[in-house]
Structures are given as C-alpha cells and as structure tokens.
C-alpha cells in the first residue's frame, strides 16, 4: 500500500443497539477514515448488548455492497477499530472497521453475497454471554430476507405505475416462458427497483428492453447513445433547458414503418437548438414600407463594380444603426445566407465605417467562405443585427425569429412598383419595399424601433450618402 | 489449399511412410533417431518416391509433377552443401516476417512460404483490424460520454457513426499493413512462395497452390510459423453470421443490438469495447469463476469495475456454452448454458448473435508432421526453450523450428516475432534463449490493459518456493498531471519486485495508453535492469511514463544502486 491513492481505504461502520428503535447511520458521503458514531443514543437503556454491523454506504452513489471478504470470523473478538470486513462498493474495495468491542456472534451476509446500504450484515455481542441470542437473531434475519437478493427493501415506496396490463398486447402465451432482458435492461431495472417479472417486453422475441423498464419505472427514455440523436443539450439557462427537454421526446414521432430517419447535420442540429432558444426572448415587430425607386436607381449604377444589393442594405442599415445606438451599440451586421443543407448568418463587422465597396468584396468573401464552411466562428457568432433578405424570390413581407443574443433582426421583402398617394394627393407610382423588424422588447421598445425604421427609410430613400 | 493438402496426405504421405517402413525395417527398429537426416535417409525417401509415382501414374497425369520429382531425386543425389536457401519460413505473418528480416540482415537467403496473405492472423484477421475498430470506438465513447466532454469544456452534439465506413477503415488498415510487409520482404530480398507449405522431409519443403505443380524447395534449416484460428468448442455451430469469430467480428457487416461474447480473454474484452461503443449490448459468458481470467487478479477487478460494470454488460461465470444454434427460422441465438463444475444445465440464452472468443487453435494440420516423426500436443508443435522441434521420442529434429501460435508457447504476434529472431541467431551461431518473462501483453480496451512478467499470485508462489519475499508498489493515475489533462485519471499501475535484490518480477498497468506505458518495465526485465538503478531515470514531465517513475521510486529496495552508468561528467 505504497500510495495514497488506492482504494483500500479504511472506514468503520456504524452500528446501533438492535433492541431500540434508532434511526440507521448511514453516512451521506464518505470520503478516507471516517467513524460514524451514534452517540447520544449510549444514554438510552441497554436491554441487550447486541448490535447489528449495518453495509455502509461507502461512496454516494453507493446503493448496495458487495461483501468481498470477511476479515473476521464468527466468535472473533473484535476491538475498536478493527477492520472486520472488505466491502466493495461500485467505486472501490474498503476495508470496514467497528467502532464497538465485542464478538462476531454472526455473520449475515457470506462473502461474495450482496446486500442494500443500511441492511445487517452481521452481529455484534457485547459479551460471551450473549453470543447465542445473538446467534438466533441472525438466524431470524437471514430467514426473513435473503441477503442476496436484490434490495427488496420492505416499504415499496410510492410503487413506480406500472404499465397498464394488457394482457390482450402479450405475446402469444406459450406456457411459462422465461423472462428475457437485455443486459442494460436488467441494469436499469435494478437501479429503479423495477420487478422485471412484471414487466412485458415488447423488443425482438418479446425480450425486455432498456426502454421497456423505463416505461414501466415511468421516466422518459434517455437519449439513445448512437444514432439519430437529437439536438444537443441546451446551455445552462434554466427555463430554456425545461423546453428544450419538453420538446426532446415530442420531437420523435411513432416510427412509420418503412420510413427511415435521417438524422440531423451538426449545422440543423446546432439551427434547431437556436430556433428553441429563440422562444425564452420576448420579441414584437415593426412594419415599415420604404420607396426604392432612388436605391434601385443607385444598385444600377454600382451594380458593375460588383456591389449586391444585400451590401447596399447592409451599409444603408449600418449607417441608420450608427443613429440609433440602443436599436445596436456596435455595428456588426450578421446577413443571413441559406447554405446546402442549412443557414448561416456570416457577420459584417464594424459594417459603418467600411465603404460600399470593400463591404461588399467583404462579402463576397464572406459568402464564399460559407459556402465552402470554412466560416471562422468570429465570422458568424458575434452579429448584433441581422439582416434577411428573401425579397429576390419575389416574398413582398415576412416575419423573422430573432437569433439567441442579438438585438433585433430585419426581414426584407421584395421591392414592387406600387400606387402611392403623396402629400399633395397625387397619385404615382413608386417601388415600395416593406421590412419588417423583430427586436427584443427587453432592450429595444417600440418608438426605439420606429426611429431607426423611419431614419433607414430616409437613407434608401436618399441614398447618395451610401457612396460615400 | 485444403484440397492440396488431403490429396498429399492421402495418397503421397501414407505410401512413402510405407515404402520407407518396409524398405528398411532395419534401420527403421535400430537407429531411429539417425534416419532422420542421413544419406540413407535421402535414399529412401526419393526412393519411394519414384516407387510411389510409378505406381500410381495414371492418377499423377500432370507431367510437371514428375518432372520435379525427377528434380528433387537428382538433388537428392548431391551432398546437402547445396540447399536452395539457408533458411525457409513457412508461415508469412507476423512471426515469420520477424524472422525473415532478422535473417537478410544476417546474411542468410532466406524464403518465406505464405498459403494464404501475407500478414497472417495478426494484420488480417487481429491485432491490426482490431485496432482500427477500438479507435473509432475509442473516440466515438469519448464523444458520447456527456459528463466527460463537459468537464473538457467541449460541446458534441449527435455523435454517430456510419457502420460501413467504420469497417472499411479496418480493411483499410489490414491492406496497407499487408502491403507494407510485403514491400519490406521484397525490398529485402525475401523470396516469397505462394503456396500452402509442407515438411516434405528433412530440410525439404513442399509448396504449391491448388491446381498447380507442387514444387520442392530445400533449406539448410527450417522455421515453422503458421499460427492459429480461433478455435471454436464442439457444440456450436459458426454460421458467419449470427455466430461468429473474431475472423467475422473485424468486418463488421452488422452491428447486433444485442450480442454474447463466448469467453473474457484479451479478445472478448476488446470486442466487448467496440460493440459497447457501437451501440450493442453485452453479455459474457465466461467458464472461469472470474472474468478476464489470466490478468492480475486486481487488475482484472479494477478493469471489470470501469470496463464492465458501468457499460451495458452482463456476464455469467462459471457456465460453458455447450451448444449454440444461429438465429434461423425466426429464431434468435439460443445459447446453452451448462455449470462448468456440475455439468449441469443451467441456464438458456437467447441474443442476437454470440461472438466465439474462446481462444485460438494453433493451423498445423497438414503441415507434414507426419513425415518426420513429429506428433502435435492438442495441435501444437511441441519445442524446447530454443523453439527446436521435439518429434515423438522427445529427440530434437536437426534443422527445423517452430514459432509463435504454432507452438503455443505465448500466443502473441511480437511473442513469435521474438522467437523467430531467437531461432534465426542460433542458425546464425550464437546461442540465444527468449526470456518469455519479458515479453509484454497488451489489451487495447478504453482505457487499455497491460502487463509484463508474472502476475501477483504468481510471484507469491515464485517467492515461496525459491525463498524470496515479494513486495507489492502500486500508483495511480490519478496523481499523474497528463492523465488528469486528459480527464483520464481512472487507472492503476502495480508493481511485483523483490525487496532484497530490486529485481522486476512482474509490472501491471491498467489506465490511460498501459500499452504504450509497459515497455519501460518490459526492458528493464529484458536487460535485467534493478529497480535501485531505474529509479534514477528521468521521464519527461508532464508524462503518462511519470505513473512509472512513481511506481519505481515508491519501491523500497534493500540493495543500494550500483555505480552509476556515467562514469564521467558530460557537458551539454
């Protein structure tokens, strides 16, 4: 025993007078030599001197123990703190020490047998003379439970619901036919005290399965390990985790037979998780028509030096954002681009002071990157405003989720000629286009909003200073 | 290649036995031990053989097999200056390939006779797939373990894997390995046979493939390395499919939900550890009262606590699996339990598939034993401590060795390189015995198992019996700095060692890389190194070898260190 490090750690049991009715010790967490004590209970008066040495619980995982070996015998004269028994616990072998003088009149639980924390393993007399009586109260003990068994702990406890019996649903009945449970079935079957006897299996020849026994413990089936697994855990946040595992079983449809599940890509994986998260943020939204007959004019006009319209956006929105800086305190103006197979929002960084034409080589850049996911997080995580544009499919208003951590989000819809009365009461028409923003109402308020609208308004309206 | 083999053995083998039995009865009764390898010998055996090819002509239609016995007669004829090569291996695997290597380089012409792949068990159908197969289960339980990615800080989501690409990274990997070996024989100047090889006679091997000319080829001395196949007990029945070997298991054509594992060695471990990961669940059937029976007892009790208990595994001990009956008829694996001790029935199965990994028989059936008076123990070649051919009388067989699984004296792929590198420096005239005492073993398990010299009930009983006093150092894992970089501080290293003298007697490690760990305990065994000495060497900091380290500086040896190595002071 060169290192401190091994398992064979020494911890003495506790013990208390079998006659009274004492609440059992049973240490919570253990951790190297420990001695549990009942203390006050010695004033209590003593009819008999016999002590029963309870199965510690040596780890706070610890259910049930092992008994490895029994250092003593029966009719050993054991002192305190002597180890008297090796228990091995689902963590480590312990050797176990009393904390009484006495005798091992008996020992209940034989090497290599089991036995819950809490229950007699063997007993203790004070004296010789008491050796026999305690000899008989072994005997009633190891007649009245087999140790062996599996923790049948006498007060079943609020008993998990079983499953509705349908014995109609029970495989064709084939006399008695033995129970078959897969291994982890019989496992969790132990660890939720589960009857497997009771329990009807509906895997592959009827055999019980993992989630059989989940059923009938009646918590939700854990994630399968392999295969389609469902979007990864939310972070810590409290309420979003609660939604998030409400909506994990939901999510699974019964299986249709003959279909296949194709699972998620990290990326649908990782657009899932945000768009659940995206429910915790109280938004609202802000409608707004801006007149683009001098924006189409000025994208004629630069269209040749390779600026998109989604620059021209872009830098119409960073300049309107530099005026309202609660709508966004620094201008990094995420675009939304819809990749094979998924969505990615590349980031414009400091979106106001780059002219329209680095901004939109930038992008450019930015757009091939994602294309080829070669996207660097810092070029898609850290956007404060985001812009989404589906007006070239010819959308005229939508409504978009407003990403987890950023502030507000625009949706632009196409720009169509339309009749517009002006002040003068003259008809004429004009190229309306109609975006629609979604904010968070915990730092952006209506008026907020409809400033920067009116403000974003002006700028397409009048958009020389673009160009400059 | 099996064909070949019965037809020589049923026509060709028995009726040279005949003709030379009745030939030279004399000889045969009075010096057995003589006929073996002198000229009469010769004599005889080509006399038969030209006796025997007469005889039978009509069924030996093919004209280039008489032509070659007419060949070999004439050689026969000359003194046996002139072999065709100083040195054949039969066998192309790992063993025989060690061997080979080690005999260009000393100067031999050498041949290697491969029936099958070049490569054998251990890059085919082993250790090699097998590795492929624990690295992808390796990491995908590392990506799975939620609780162990958290502690890293890392966020995995939807960690899967696609079967076929997991196997054809195993084929991959068996190819190349197998390509590389060939190459390196090739670039060396190993001739490779193909052929299925049999002793033909003294210094005389038979090969060729079915449906060609056999041809004959002589060598001054002869290694036998044709290693094993998973044996397979009576009463079950292998389908390829539902029931499989290990030779199965590497394809990996299908992950079953649920699968038993016929036996707790090193290859039931390891296969328990990729289906674990891939989804399936265990059941071990072992006949051994404990699981992983052959490690150090505590080894294997701390092993079974992290690789057994908490995965999907169960296990029953203590049971043979007396019959085993493929999933057919809509019917799944039924597995037939019977007590090891009462004999009793006990207990019934029903799984997806079963996994045979109940150990490996050594392939020397058909090898021609017959031919020079050999008789194989349960299948093996029986050898002595220089791996030299002892034939039915316990006399030693001139000229001829036997290697690796074939010999059954330690079934591992670096165990018959080392012996065929033994054998290839005695031919070459220095005298050489393997000190099997140092050669490690390894199970690559999540974490891995290792192990050199003798385990802890064994050095008791060593040390009780030649009057030495064994003590026990033990380290943990937990306390080395890059374990717990890695959040991999479960493990254990152990060390048996005698007090008095410092001497290494065994060194069990079972934690993060124990495969790669071991060899700095298995060199010192090897190079007799003391514990007093080996104390004093640095390791790198921060280092998994640091376990070690630790574990030698935690013995406490009577014996002070002897004079340092480096006598005088070196400026760097």
């Known amino acids: 025993m060169a290192s401190p490090f091994l398992s064979n750690t020494t911890i003495s049991f506790s013990s208390s007078l079998s006659s009274s009715s004492l609440p059992r010790l049973v240490p919570s967490i253990s951790s190297s030599p420990i001695r549990f004590k009942s203390t006050p209970r010695r004033i209590l008066t003593v009819r008999s001197k016999i002590r029963e040495i309870f199965m510690p619980a040596l780890s706070s995982t610890m259910t049930e123990g092992k008994i490895v070996s029994w250092i003593k015998s029966e009719g050993d004269v054991l002192s305190k703190g002597e180890s008297v028994v090796v228990v091995e616990s689902d963590k480590a072998d312990m050797d176990v020490e009393t904390f009484y003088d006495g005798i091992l009149a008996a020992i209940v639980v034989g090497e290599g047998e089991t036995a819950p924390v809490g229950a007699a393993i063997g007993i203790l007399a004070e004296t010789e003379d008491e050796v026999a009586e305690a000899k008989a109260k072994a005997a009633s003990k190891t007649g009245a439970a087999t140790p062996s068994a599996p923790p049948a702990t006498p007060s079943p406890a609020p008993a998990p619901p079983k499953p509705t019996p349908a014995p109609a649903a029970a495989p064709v009945a084939e006399g008695p036919r033995k129970t078959v449970a897969t291994p982890y079935a019989k496992k969790l079957a132990k660890q939720h005290k589960v009857d497997i006897e009771s329990v009807v299996g509906t895997g592959p020849f009827g055999r019980i399965t993992p989630e059989d026994i989940e059923a009938a413990a009646g918590i939700s089936p854990s994630k399968t390990n392999v295969g389609p697994a469902v979007v990864a855990e939310a972070k810590p946040a409290a309420p979003l985790k609660a939604t998030a595992a409400a909506a994990a079983p939901s999510s699974l449809p019964p299986p249709v037979p003959g279909s296949t599940v194709v699972p998620f890509t990290t990326m649908q994986a990782a657009v899932s998780k945000n768009m659940v998260e995206s429910l915790s943020v109280p938004t609202f939204r802000v409608g707004y028509p801006v007149t683009t007959d001098a924006l189409d004019a000025l994208y004629e006009k630069v269209k040749p030096k390779g600026v998109t319209m989604t620059a021209l956006l872009a830098k119409a929105t960073a300049m309107a954002l530099v005026q309202h800086p609660v709508v966004n305190a620094s201008i990094n103006i995420a675009v939304a681009v819809a990749i094979n197979g998924g969505l990615i929002t590349p980031v414009l960084q400091d979106a106001d002071k780059l002219d329209l034409y680095l901004l939109s080589q930038k992008w450019k850049e930015l757009v091939e990157k994602a294309r080829s996911k070669q996207l660097q997080p810092q070029e898609y995580s850290t956007g404060t405003f985001t812009l989404s544009n589906l007006g070239m499919f010819g959308v005229d208003r939508f409504d978009a989720i407003l990403p987890p951590g950023q502030g507000a989000i625009m949706a632009v819809g196409a720009s169509k000629p339309t009749v517009v009365a002006d002040a003068d009461g003259f008809f004429s028409v004009k190229n309306k286009m109609l975006v629609n923003v979604t904010a968070d109402h915990r730092i952006i308020y209506g008026a907020d909003l409809a400033a920067f609208l009116r403000t974003f308004s002006k700028i397409v309206e009048n958009p020389e200073s673009l160009t400059l | 290649m099996h064909s070949t083999l019965s037809f020589s053995q049923a026509t ?280 992983m029976p052959g490690f150090d007892p505590e080894i294997g009790k701390l092993a079974q606590r992290v690789l057994i208990n908490p995965r999907k595994i169960d296990y029953h001990t203590g049971v043979f699996a007396t019959k085993i009956t493929p999933a057919r008829d809509g019917k799944p694996v039924i597995i037939e339990l019977t007590d090891a001790k009462t004999k009793e029935p006990k207990d019934t199965l029903e799984v997806d598939a079963a996994l045979i990994a109940t150990g490996r028989a050594p392939f020397t059936n058909g090898l021609g034993l017959d031919n020079i008076n050999v008789v194989t123990q349960r299948g093996f070649v029986p050898v002595d401590e ?84 064994v003590s026990v150092a033990k380290t943990s894992f937990k306390a080395n700095t890059k374990a717990l970089a890695e959040n991999e501080g479960e493990g254990l290293a152990k060390l048996l060692y005698r007090s008095d003298n410092g001497e290494i007697l065994g060194v069990h490690i079972f934690g993060l890389h124990a495969a790669d760990l071991i060899h700095e305990a298995s060199n010192a065994i090897a190079l007799g190194t003391r514990i007093q000495d080996i104390k004093f060497a640095v390791h790198a900091h921060p280092t998994l070898s640091e376990v070690l380290d630790e574990l030698f500086k935690s013995a406490k040896v009577k014996a002070p260190a002897s004079s340092s190595p480096v006598s005088e002071p070196v400026a760097v």
Not at chain 2, 17 to 43: M, Q, T, V
Not at chain 2, 201 to 222: L, M, S
Not at chain 2, 417 to 425: F, L, N, R
């Open chain 2, 386 to 469: 220089r791996m030299r051919v002892i034939d039915a009388n316990g006399n030693l067989v001139p000229h001829l060795y036997c290697i690796g699984d074939a010999n059954g004296k330690m079934m591992l792929a670096h165990a018959a390189s080392a012996q065929g590198i033994s054998v290839v420096e005695q031919v070459t005239g220095r005298d050489h015995v393997l000190s099997h005492l140092s050669i490690p073993a390894a199970c690559f398990t999540h974490p891995e198992i290792s192990m050199v010299g003798l385990t802890e009930p064994q050095a008791r009983e060593k040390g009780e019996k030649e009057g030495f006093e």
């Open chain 2, 12 to 291: 060709t083998v028995p009726r040279s036995n005949y003709a030379f039995d009745s030939h030279s009865p004399a000889f045969a009764l009075s010096k057995p031990i003589n006929l073996r390898f002198c000229g009469l010998r010769r004599e005889a055996f080509g006399f038969s053989y030209l006796t025997q090819s007469c005889s039978s002509r009509v069924r030996f239609s093919s004209r280039g097999h008489s032509k070659k016995i007419s060949a070999s007669t004439g050689t026969n004829g000359t003194p046996p200056k002139s072999f065709d090569y100083d040195l054949i291996i039969i066998g192309a695997g790992v063993g025989g390939h060690g061997a080979a290597l080690h005999a260009v380089e000393k100067g031999l012409k050498t041949a290697i006779v491969e029936g099958d792949v070049v490569g054998g068990t251990c890059v085919n159908r082993g250790c090699v797939p097998s590795k492929a197969l624990l690295a992808v289960s390796g990491r995908l339980r590392e990506l799975q373990s939620e609780h162990h990615m958290k502690a890293l800080g890392l966020q995995v989501s939807a960690a899967g894997y696609d079967r076929q690409g997991v196997a054809d990274h195993a084929n991959n990997l068996a190819s190349k390995i197998r390509s590389n070996l060939t190459n390196s024989m090739k670039a060396l100047g190993v001739d490779i046979l193909t052929g299925f090889g049999t002793i033909w006679g003294p210094q005389k091997v038979k090969y060729g493939k079915v449906g060609f000319p056999d041809n004959i080829v002589t060598a001054k001395d002869i290694i036998i390395a044709t290693g094993s196949i998973p044996f397979v007990p009576k009463g079950i029945e292998v389908d390829g499919k539902t029931v499989i070997t290990s030779d199965h298991a590497l394809k990996l054509e299908y992950v079953p939900d649920w699968i038993a594992i016929v036996g707790s060695g090193y290859i039931g471990l390891e296969f328990s550890d990729v289906y674990t990961a891939l989804g399936s669940e265990v059941t071990f059937i072992e006949a051994l009262d404990q699981l």
